[in-house]
């Protein structure tokens, strides 16, 4: 079975910091990989998506940005914080189509 | 997308059966049924999916409308630990898309 992690648990961060958040997926090849975020009492966003290496797609207009550099490696990016980007943020894979997601254990980022 | 609606909470005492209804009324004939539930502080976890016949697992069953406009998960005997939100979300194979609404709150009484 397909183990993700991800890093760090927690983080605060203020109001205009970059941030990056990694996610690898261990025990599989070709998973298609997905960041999503849950604000607080809210259900999950689905942000990003990619089906390769290199391939990306984005579901919501914003400050954000993915990057899969490696097939089990995704990345979610940004060059200025805001405090709306506050949240749970989780990294989850498929191993097909349409087949369950496996989640990993999320980032909860707090930012100041 | 198709829609879904779910109600907002529900509650059940333990060790009954709970019936977690779905209405997905403007799914497509090709989408499948899946069911997730997150725990608190926890992301989501899969529970079971399918696309026209009613399904079994360990955790739960799936039973599927005969007009697949609704579908109802189906836990035996409800524990603590399956206090949870639970998603019912309709996946468009080759769409790679997962589209989570509000969900169902189930409290689950001792």
């Known amino acids: 079975s397909q183990t993700i992690h991800q890093w760090p648990a927690t983080l605060v961060q203020p109001v205009g910091s970059p941030l990056s958040l990694e996610c690898t997926v261990e025990g599989t090849s070709n998973p298609n990989l997905y960041w999503y975020r849950q604000a607080a009492g809210r259900g999950l966003q689905l942000l990003f998506y990619?089906?390769?290496?290199?391939?990306i797609s984005s579901e919501v207009p914003q400050n954000l940005s993915a990057s899969r550099p490696q097939d089990r490696q995704f990345i979610l990016s940004s060059k200025k914080l805001l405090l709306s980007d506050s949240g749970f943020y989780l990294c989850?894979?498929?191993?097909?189509?349409?087949?369950?997601?496996?989640f990993g254990p999320g980032t909860r980022l707090t930012v100041t | 997308d198709a829609k879904t609606t779910q109600p907002n909470s529900m509650e059940s005492n333990e060790e009954e059966p709970v019936h977690l209804p779905c209405n997905h009324s403007t799914i497509s004939g090709t989408d499948y049924i899946h069911w997730y539930r997150q725990l608190p502080s926890q992301g989501p976890e899969y529970v079971i999916h399918g696309l026209t016949s009613n399904v079994n697992n360990r955790m739960a069953s799936l039973a599927i409308a005969e007009d697949r406009k609704s579908s109802t998960l189906i836990l035996h005997r409800a524990t603590l630990r399956d206090a949870a939100v639970y998603y019912c979300?309709?996946?468009?194979?080759?769409?790679?898309?997962?589209?989570f609404g509000t969900g169902t709150r189930l409290k689950v009484l001792a």
């Open positions: 989850a894979s498929t191993l097909g189509d349409p087949y369950e997601q496996y």
């Open positions: 979300i309709p996946y468009t194979s080759g769409t790679y898309k997962y589209i």
């Open positions: 990619s089906v390769g290496i290199g391939q």
